[in-house]
RNA sequence: CGGGGUGUGGCGCAGUUGGUAGCGCGCUGUGUUUGGGACGCAGAGGCCGCCGGUUCGAGUCCGGCCACCCCGACCA
């Protein structure tokens, strides 16, 4: 608990953001640099997005298992573009049980190493595949800048990793999981999210393709929110993972990997958070309802709270996640106050009057002040808390979609005005997707393609840099 | 690694020309309070980031180191 104000959101982004982790109770800094203590509030919002992508996941077909943290140092040096790619930010252990270990032990920045080990073991036959396999895991990147849920050096995330006959079911595969991704953003986490592809520039080193779902966080910068990666056979080469087809013929699997991360709780606060604090989307908030009891003295405090336990039990009963406020000694405004810096969406005051008038006081988190509050009759007040959570849901992603829409401009021919909109927006502009364009884009403006949506019309125009004819559309913004 | 900042009770901070550490919040006890961040009274709590130096005496001055935060480069 904490009465601290929090930082204004227009004074200083960063320590809003910072603040809101801290004051909610999501997040400490841990003693080691770049890593972070997940506390019970945050673990829960957590637990929840693991719930619904789990489901979604087994949903269609895969299973889980789990890797082991330590992976041979050689085994990540099989796949070329992969080693390159992640040795700077490697944890490598080299003394185990006080002696200097022969084989150093790598502590897995991804797993395509040592799943691909095993998936070599297990996949002979055209009869094995396709392979869907997710893990849910802790994963260590030696990063050089860290912030809370958006980068540590420690963070827990998914890994789906399948094995497929052909291209084509892997790029399937691929763009089904980041369907899935986007579908939970949009539908779950209510962010709006943009499906689209990396550049060249922006994509995984060993994959042949990379797919993302992009959000607009309140500060206008994206985020890559969840990450799909067609790898080709570039895994399947480094650790002989092959397959006889239907006519005997050995054949090199086609691979995917999928991951998202602690970071979409990040977007989840970045997306949703006022300066009053959290706005937990109802369907991942960890308490939905926080109902307030109100009262003076002990005859009012029995009348009060018979009436607040049978409405948490009813509810509960109806599958609601709902808490009773029973902190003594804390004056009704301050648990107010209290609840809506943690972004419960509905809060139910009950005090005297409501016991008299046979209602409750409803207040919902999206609609500040007095406006969000109305008295609601005791008859039928659970089927409208259950209506309210929808109608928040559907608000919160509606807000995001119109913020996130109002700050997206589309631009053609004209980089002197493109640099401007950049500047606080996103812009939306034909891009040849060169190397060169892309590495001067970012020298100039210190952002970034984000990607090109799946989602746009076909066409032809002129890159935003040089001018040379395009064919599709890019996103470009300053990201986290 | 470059630039900027900060290290003093749990948190936020003050601490003058060097004289043996204080305020607010929180915490404990207690009483009055309670419909938008209550109040009184009584308490507990500190190796002043670390090491060294100057000095009769260092939170304060000097030197060195370390850690963390913010902004870049790198990255999900």
Redesign the pocket.
């Given at each position: 608990m904490s009465?601290?104000?929090i930082t204004a959101r227009s004074e200083d982004y960063?320590r809003w953001y910072?603040d809101v982790i801290q004051r909610a109770e999501l997040a400490d800094?841990a003693p080691?640099?770049?890593c972070m203590i997940i506390k019970p509030y945050g673990y829960a919002l957590w637990e929840h997005i693991q719930q619904q992508l789990d489901r979604r996941f087994k949903d269609t077909g895969h299973e889980n298992a789990y890797f082991p943290l330590f992976i041979p140092e050689e085994f990540i040096m099989k796949e070329k573009d992969n080693f390159e790619g992640f040795s700077?930010e490697l944890a490598v252990v080299t003394i185990g049980g006080g002696e200097v270990l022969e084989q150093r032990l790598v502590v897995r920045p991804t797993s395509e190493a040592i799943i691909g080990h095993s998936f070599s073991n297990w996949i002979h036959s055209y009869r094995d595949l396709p392979l869907l396999i997710n893990q849910w895991a802790n994963v260590v990147?030696w990063?050089?800048?860290?912030?809370l849920f958006?980068?540590?050096?420690e963070?827990l995330w998914q890994e789906g990793h399948t094995a497929h006959a052909t291209h084509d079911e892997a790029e399937e595969e691929t763009l089904k999981m980041l369907g899935v991704y986007a579908d939970f953003a949009i539908n779950e986490a209510a962010i709006p999210v943009i499906q689209g592809r990396k550049s060249n520039q922006e994509r995984?080193a060993g994959a042949l393709r990379t797919y993302?779902i992009e959000a607009m966080m309140g500060d206008k910068k994206a985020l890559?929110s969840g990450?799909s990666h067609n790898l080709g056979q570039g895994f399947a080469k480094a650790f002989d993972i092959k397959y006889s087809d239907r006519g005997n013929q050995l054949q090199h699997c086609w691979t995917t990997s999928w991951g998202l991360?602690t970071?979409m709780i990040g977007g989840i606060i970045m997306t949703h958070g006022d300066d009053q604090g959290l706005r937990m989307p109802p369907r991942l908030a960890p308490i939905q309802v926080i109902i307030v009891p109100?009262?003076?003295n002990d005859d009012e405090k029995s009348k009060v709270m018979e009436a607040v336990d049978a409405l948490f039990a009813e509810l509960k009963g109806a599958g609601l996640r709902v808490r009773v406020d029973v902190r003594?000694?804390l004056?009704?405004?301050?648990k107010?106050?209290?609840w809506?810096?943690r972004g419960v969406p509905v809060r139910v005051?009950?005090?005297?009057?409501?016991v008299q008038n046979n209602a409750a006081?409803v207040?919902r988190r999206d609609v500040p002040g007095k406006a969000g509050?109305q008295f609601v009759p005791r008859e039928g007040l659970v089927e409208r808390i259950k209506a309210l959570l929808v109608e928040i849901q559907a608000n919160l992603l509606a807000q995001a979609t119109a913020f996130r829409d109002a700050n997206i401009h589309p631009i053609e021919n004209d980089y002197a005005r493109f640099r401007e909109i950049i500047k606080d927006g996103w812009a939306y502009t034909w891009f040849c997707g060169g190397a060169e364009c892309e590495a001067k884009i970012k020298e100039d403006n210190?952002a970034v393609s984000r990607c090109f949506p799946l989602d746009q019309e076909k066409g032809e125009g002129k890159c935003i840099h040089c001018g040379a004819p395009a064919t599709e559309r890019a996103y470009f913004a300053k990201?986290y």
């Open positions: 009465s601290q104000a960063s910072t800094y080691v640099r770049g700077p990147r990063e050089m800048r860290t912030r958006l980068r540590t050096m963070f995984f993302s890559q990450t991360s970071r109100i009262y003076k003594e000694d004056t009704p405004g301050f107010f106050n209290d809506e810096m005051e009950i005090g005297p009057k409501d006081a207040a509050k210190q990201a």
